[in-house]
């Protein structure tokens, strides 16, 4: 009775391979769902461009599409393609408050609609 027969060792081997290909066909499962989720997620939270005005001191008003993730040095460079501008010459402001590199438009408080005005750089003393 405890002898195994050529048979039954080839069942127990079959049945083994296909708990393997079920566990592995579950795993393979929840990836696909886990990958789904994130691109979903991705999507979601996609960063929705808005447009800002830039108020030049000739006077002149552009519109400019950004990100809220852009830095001023994205937007510089934006400015500097619509108008010639180097972006080493722009001073760009907000509220009355000089910006600084480093932060994007959000951190800023910039958001659609906002208006920035744009002063050059005094080269001499």
Known sequence: MGRKTKGSTVYRSSHNHLQVKKSLDRFHEEQ??????YIEMKIKNRRKPIEIGVQIQSGRKITITCSPDDTLDDVREKVAMKEDISPDQQVLMFNGIKLMDGDNL????????????????????
């Open 32 to 37: 696909r769902k886990q990958q789904q989720e």
């Open 106 to 125: 959000e951190d800023l408080g910039i958001i659609q609609a906002a208006t920035l005005f744009l002063t050059l750089r005094n080269w001499g003393g």
